[in-house]
């Protein structure tokens, strides 16, 4: 019978864990080797915990858009009722500022990546009142269809242009939450060029939210 | 070799009973948390599961005593189809949703992954918390729905429109009952993505030194990749739920066809379409099926390694099967809908590819018996629920063939032998998956021993019950029996089929009342258990090398070094017969 007494073992160092308060460490990479002398650090460190969750919440929102595309698809090719809707000037003004939005934001990592730190600061407000500023002109765009008697269930355009709109704005909301996070971090000084994790993460969400906003318009307004 | 104690870095559990116990983020808690959680829901499925099954078993006998507990839903002790639909609605509902894909991936994925991947937590504890939370909610949602005003969701676990996106004019129970249980689900739905995330970063990012890919136990694969499959297939389900929200109460049409008339009374809706939701819903629905089994897979091949004393027959093949089944399984979901009218050609695609995941399912069943011959076997519980396991996997995978070929399930669809086959495979293997789980870790969670001998009769009592329950109706399914008829005594060429009805459900109380075998040992051992060793079944994962229950850091603030694989047992040469992982032996 064998014996239940632990083997000798040999302990690692403990790892830098800040057990998901903050996340403004960037230098929390871990080399990684396989601990028998065989494999040796790689070279190329695994990415941060920050920006893997980062990536797993960006496939679940495409696969959220992906599944509305292709009842949008589905929807219009089978039916005789579709009425497709011609976009609002105010949502050309709305895509314009989300786009300028991705540039301020790019303008304020890159004063951080120069440890410029009022820049950053600045760009990094102005990305987050364009934010605002896109929120209430898609508010806008909805008073503007419903003056004109266009309701989310009055045609199944009308029920997509809501439902997709609605839900990237529940989205960018986020966005902005995120930029209210990072900007009260900034204002106490916590990035610098070595410390960015957050910003860049936040910035991978933006930029995404861009995009996905890019592709929306398209889809409702370009396509068919 | 052991000079490397750097200094630790205890982390001290919180202070407090609610920080500790309630609202906590320590994953070992949140664990226990879904457990308890899926078994509260499994008590309720359950016994939704003994009303609907007295009913079918004597459709037209009169329970006095049910009649003064549900004056609507049995007037006078006699059950209503609608009450008998919306049994079957609840039992579905909670039974997938919150026992299938809690208690395995929730529960013990959330307690046992990071310590066997030498982590102290998972990535994100609040995130962790906050998945545990929004689950609790859509659990009190559902709840809620059971006693909606108007009766409980009818439309079966599945709600396929128009039926379910009309209101109440369809009917009792689809009013403010399968509102809530849209509502419920889309919640549900956002608790587990969170929760994927989390899988997905801890593993990829939390192990410890020397924990590459291809050393990870085999549970840990089955953890990760069912979280690849939830954060995918759940935005799935949560667009399909979202629009069949807004069809219900925003006055959309996205899968109400025009010119319905129901009730009598015409619908004002145009074009949308019900197969739509088919789509959406079975998009998500078959990934599903494998969000409730592949965890019991992964816990399979633990124990059958562990009790055979043998490493995993073909371990890299059981890895690429893992993934070749979550990958597979997303292209499939038109075999759900093989009678919606769907073109023979994609049929065919769907049918062939749904076979083709025979392939890495054989692998998996080959490998499990391949990990068993010649093995040193020691029959303590947790293994007999292991060969359950494989064994009602082998009965339910069969049936499936069956199922996946276009012609066969043009006659067997939405057939009692479609119950048969998604009970056993789906509900009972995964329940035995659970079992053994619980059985095998229990020690580990709570630092003592489950009783070996009322554990044993737990199994063959529920093991013997499972078979007699769910056999019989592939034998009324080739009859053509077809599923949620609530009263089969209405029609002549199923009067014959009434003795099955009654063996069944007979069988079915015998195992119910073997389950209060399981929970009064699980109870019972909490507190007067035998105190459990750190490693009581001699086995070679890291959870085996820290305390029982483990601190609250796991580790002691410690590290772990791995140094081999997840497996060896029998070692030739070696001074046991395992290795534990974070051994540096030399053999």
């Not at chain 2, 599961?49 to 049995?74: C, E, I, Q, V, Y």
């Not at chain 2, 529960?107 to 937590?121: C, K, R, S, V, W």
Request: contains cysteine; hydrophobic residues 50%.
């Amino acid at each position: 019978m064998p014996t239940t007494a632990l083997p000798e073992v040999e302990w690692a160092p403990p790892k830098t864990s800040d057990n998901g308060h903050g996340g403004f460490h960037h230098d929390g990479h871990r080399g990684f080797d396989r601990g028998d002398g065989r494999g040796g650090p790689r070279a190329i460190p695994p990415a941060d915990k920050y920006r893997i969750g980062m990536w797993c919440a960006l496939g679940a929102i495409v696969m959220l858009f992906v599944a509305f595309s292709s009842a949008y698809v589905y929807r219009q090719g089978l039916s005789f009722d579709w009425q497709p809707l011609q976009a609002l000037p105010v949502l050309w003004f709305n895509t314009a500022v989300l786009l300028i939005s991705s540039l301020t934001f790019e303008l304020s990592r890159r004063s951080l990546r120069r440890d410029h730190t009022t820049p950053f600061r600045a760009w990094l407000s102005v990305t987050a009142v364009l934010g605002l500023v896109f929120l209430v002109g898609q508010y806008v765009a909805w008073r503007q269809l419903a003056a004109q008697g266009i309701y989310l269930g009055t045609n199944p355009h009308s029920s997509f242009f809501y439902v997709l709109t609605a839900l990237h704005a529940v989205h960018l909301a986020g966005g902005i939450l995120a930029l209210g996070f990072v900007l009260r971090g900034a204002v106490r000084g916590r990035f610098t060029s070595a410390r960015r994790s957050a910003v860049d993460v936040t910035a991978t969400y933006w930029h995404f939210m861009d995009g996905l906003w890019i592709y929306l318009f398209v889809l409702l307004f370009q396509l068919g | 070799m052991s000079e490397a104690i750097h200094e630790a870095h205890v982390h001290h559990p919180p202070k407090g009973f609610i920080r500790k116990y309630i609202f906590s983020l320590d994953h070992k808690v949140i664990g226990i948390q879904y457990y308890f959680l899926a078994l509260f829901s499994v008590l309720v499925g359950i016994t939704l599961s003994l009303l609907f099954r007295m009913h079918l078993a004597w459709p037209n006998a009169s329970w006095d005593f049910m009649g003064k507990l549900f004056p609507t839903g049995m007037p006078g002790g006699l059950m209503t189809p609608e009450f008998y639909l919306s049994m079957v609605t609840m039992h579905g509902t909670l039974m997938v949703f919150f026992v299938l894909t809690t208690a395995p991936q929730g529960g013990f994925g959330n307690y046992i992954l990071p310590i066997q991947i030498g982590a102290e937590d998972m990535a994100f504890p609040v995130l962790n918390m906050l998945s545990f939370w929004v689950t609790f909610v859509a659990l009190v949602v559902m709840m809620m729905s059971l006693f909606a005003v108007g009766g409980a969701p009818l439309s079966g676990w599945t709600a396929y429109p128009p039926l379910s996106a009309l209101g109440s004019i369809s009917g009792p129970g689809e009013g403010l009952g399968q509102t809530l249980w849209v509502i419920s689900l889309a919640i549900f739905c956002v608790g587990s993505m969170l929760g994927a995330l989390n899988f997905i970063t801890t593993t990829l990012n939390l192990r410890a030194k020397g924990m590459t890919l291809m050393r990870m136990p085999l549970t840990v694969w089955a953890w990760f990749t069912t979280s690849i499959l939830g954060l995918l297939a759940f935005p799935v389900l949560l667009a399909g739920g979202i629009l069949l929200l807004l069809d219900r109460v925003g006055g959309t049409s996205f899968f109400i066809p025009a010119g319905l008339v129901v009730n009598e009374q015409l619908v004002h809706h145009n074009g949308g379409s019900p197969l739509l939701w088919q789509h959406l819903f079975w998009f998500f629905g078959h990934p599903e099926v494998y969000i409730a089994i592949l965890p019991g897979m992964g816990v399979t091949s633990q124990l059958l390694a562990t009790f055979a004393r043998k490493p995993v027959f073909g371990y890299k093949a059981m890895v690429s099967a893992i993934l070749g089944i979550g990958f597979l399984g997303f292209f499939v979901w038109g075999h759900h809908m093989f009678v919606s009218g769907m073109s023979p050609f994609s049929a065919v695609a769907f049918s062939l590819l749904t076979l083709s995941i025979g392939v890495p399912s054989a692998i998996k069943t080959f490998n499990w018996l391949g990990t068993l011959w010649k093995g040193k076997i020691q029959f303590k519980t947790p293994m007999l629920f292991a060969i359950g396991f494989v064994s009602l996997f082998v009965t339910g995978g069969v049936s499936g063939i069956f199922l996946g070929q276009t012609g066969l399930d043009l006659y067997l669809h939405d057939t009692y032998f479609v119950l048969a086959h998604f009970h056993l495979i789906m509900g009972v293997a995964a329940i035995f998956g659970i079992f053994g789980a619980t059985y095998y870790w229990f020690p580990k969670m709570f630092g003592r021993m489950m009783s070996e001998t009322w554990g044993k009769v737990h199994f063959w009592l529920t093991f013997v019950g499972v078979y007699c329950i769910f056999f019989p109706m592939h034998i009324m399914g080739i009859a053509g029996h077809p599923r949620r008829y609530s009263d089969p005594s209405n029609f002549k060429y199923l009067a014959g089929m009434s003795t099955y009805h009654q063996f069944i459900t007979i069988a079915t109380f015998i195992t119910a009342a073997a389950q209060f075998i399981f929970l009064i040992n699980l109870f019972w051992s909490l507190w007067k258990g035998k105190k459990a060793e750190d490693n009581p079944w001699h086995a070679t994962t890291l959870e085996w090398t820290i305390p029982s229950p483990p601190p609250h850091d796991n580790f002691g603030g410690k590290v772990p070094v791995v140094y081999r694989g997840a497996y060896e047992y029998s070692v030739p040469g070696a001074k046991q017969d395992f290795i534990m992982q974070n051994s540096p032996e030399e053999v």
